[in-house]
């Protein structure tokens, strides 16, 4: 498959890969590839489905107008967005790519239809271009999960390029079942074949340079989550807890009275790394998409559990091979099913970043390809017809919990892998074909619509109780 590491692994902001990284990145993709722009007199963005139900907690006004003005998610700075927007509505105006001025308030310029899909994925969006000669430019884009993009009829075309790129990659797969074979055939481990495929691309050390960065970003996401306190914008004034569950862990373990000490306390901290990451990303903040925003805390919390805690003789080598490994189970989930909380529910987002963690945590530690495969299977298996039901459709209920659990449970199936000899009962590759038609079979109010579930269930008791 044409997919690379960095294509999981992407540095961005949140709140969200899909509707918020993904609608920034197809705005200005939609004006760069217009070109034209001194005959544009106006602009419009019709959001549907999921992007217009949740658009609004997920931050999607805010990413549509900020990748118009040419705005990248790794490059927008998180603390300077809400001044540049204030500055457009103060002004009524805004400048496409950061150059041609035409008018546009949020309130004209933004259409939701919340009560409409487009055909080809729940994330939909329309651009259009008012001409001065009174014509119009229409284009479609679909945000399918993880940040990734693709224009309306796309995906087509994009099966052919990648089934050439595929013949070009040292260990071309499309399943679990053909990388193990050329595991067996090369004698390779899957973070070995992952990077002679990046390879391929890029030279070793250009590789080992992102993957690098990408740490380096995970890190500076974990410690300042880990020392920001308040509240969590959007209204529901979700406090931050990982700062201050942080401090009174380290206060315990200053303390000479260590009688309270559990044997769970590791485990507690790598709840505290994941919900440190995903509070960042409830905030706007700086994080990599893992495979997705919403999942984002997952593998940033199991990766530093292996630096700190389990001791490597090579953490830097170590870091690479569980980021390789990681992606490689993210790019059969992508290929085969969805990262899509919005077509399957979370179980694309926190069950797939739960196996991604469970397999690079294996591979990190030494684990074989079979082991890797397993601990990525039981990953996912825990995780099947999990719904994507945000309260008041902010990252934040039950995202930022589910997170910290979705980091111990990946260690919990990493420890049970590594425990035995690669032999399971159900494959990786029907885990995912099950989370695919899984997701098929759920209810469209329970992929990220904010229409069932928790969401509703909370705010009907909580408006009952008034």
């Known amino acids: ?130 001409l001065a000669d009174g014509s119009r430019v229409d284009k479609v884009y679909y945000s399918i999960g993880g940040g990734f993009i693709r224009e309306a009829g796309e995906a087509q075309a994009e099966a052919a390029v990648e089934s050439a790129a595929a013949a070009r990659v040292v260990f071309p797969f499309d399943t679990m079942d053909q990388l193990l074979a050329h595991g067996v055939e090369s004698g390779l481990s899957i973070p070995e074949m992952l990077r002679a495929n990046e ?40 406090k931050r807890r990982a700062a201050k569950l942080w401090r009174l862990a380290q206060d315990a373990k200053e303390s000479d009275n260590r009688a309270n000490d559990l044997p769970h306390d590791a485990v507690h901290l790598v709840s505290l790394y994941a919900m440190a990451v995903n509070e960042e990303n409830a905030a706007g903040g700086r994080v990599v ?62 069950g797939v970043a739960c196996a991604m963690a469970a397999a690079g945590l294996v591979a990190a530690l030494g684990g074989t390809n079979e082991q890797i495969e397993n601990a990525a299977e039981i990953g996912i298996e825990h995780h099947l017809g999990m719904t994507c039901d945000p309260i008041g459709g902010l990252v934040q209920i039950p995202c930022i919990e589910r997170n ?37 079979d759920m209810q469209d109010k329970y992929k990220e619509t904010s229409l069932g579930g928790l969401a509703v269930h909370v705010i009907t008791v909580n408006h009952a109780a008034c």
Not at 100 to 121: M, N, Q
Not at 222 to 238: C, F, K, M, R, S
Not at 292 to 312: F, H, K, M, S
């Open 1 to 130: 498959m044409d997919m690379s590491v960095f294509d999981l692994f992407k540095i961005g902001i949140g709140p969200s890969s899909s509707h918020t990284v993904g609608p920034m990145v197809a705005a200005r993709r939609f004006l760069v590839e217009y070109g034209l722009l001194d005959q544009v007199v106006g602009v419009e963005v019709a959001l549907y489905g999921s992007l217009a139900l949740t658009g609004v907690g997920h931050a999607t006004d805010k990413a549509a107008i900020l990748g118009l003005m040419g705005e990248t998610p790794q490059g927008v700075a998180p603390d300077e967005v809400d001044s540049k927007l204030a500055a457009i509505e103060a002004a009524g105006e805004i400048a496409l790519l950061g150059t041609h001025v035409v008018p546009f308030t949020a309130a004209t310029g933004l259409i939701w239809h919340k009560s409409e899909s487009l055909p080809e994925h729940p994330n939909g969006m329309l651009f259009t271009l008012k």
């Open 404 to 440: 910290g659990m979705g980091a111990v449970k990946a260690i919990t199936a990493a420890s049970l892998a590594l425990k035995g000899d690669g032999t399971h009962f159900v494959s990786l590759d029907e885990v995912i074909e099950t989370m695919r038609q899984t997701g098929a």
């Open 199 to 238: 390879c391929v691309k890029r030279s070793d050390a250009e590789l080992n340079e992102g993957l690098d960065r990408i740490w380096h970003v995970m890190r500076d996401c974990i410690a300042h989550g880990l020392e920001t306190t308040g509240n969590l914008p959007g209204g529901l004034n979700v």
């Open 289 to 350: 998409t893992a495979p997705t925003n919403g999942a984002a805390g997952i593998i940033p919390a199991v990766l530093r559990y292996y630096a700190e805690d389990c001791r490597p003789s090579d953490p830097v080598g170590g870091v690479r091979r569980f980021m390789l490994t990681a992606a490689a189970i993210g790019m059969l989930c992508k290929r085969n099913a969805s990262i899509s909380g919005a077509e399957v529910g979370c179980q694309g987002e926190v």
